[in-house]
């Protein structure tokens, strides 16, 4: 690899603020993360990153996702428009 062309790869923490959640993991934003830093439970001082949303909190993975009913909404255009006839 050429130096100086890529961005710096370090350990990072990534904090879900809306389930009050942290994970370590590495990243490229290490040097971006703001200037935060936070204490890990290891005792070393990390930079940490803000996410509006994670694994822990999204609908898809927590289970709590809705299902949209596409088959009750065919069924009710049928009842009110009629189903095609001959094809």
Do not use: C, Q
């Not at 904090?15 to 993360?33: E, P, Q, V």
């Not at 609908?59 to 009110?80: N, S």
């Amino acid at each position: 690899m050429r130096e100086g062309i890529h961005p710096s790869y370090g350990p990072v923490v990534f904090r879900d603020r809306a389930a009050n959640h942290a994970f370590l993991t590495r990243s490229t934003l290490a040097a971006t993360a703001g200037g935060k830093t936070i204490e890990w439970e290891d005792g070393n001082t990390y930079p940490v990153f803000d996410v509006e949303i994670s694994n822990v909190s999204h609908p898809f993975y927590t289970g709590t996702a809705r299902v949209l009913d596409t088959a009750g909404r065919v069924e009710r255009f049928e009842r009110r428009f009629g189903k095609r006839g001959g094809r």
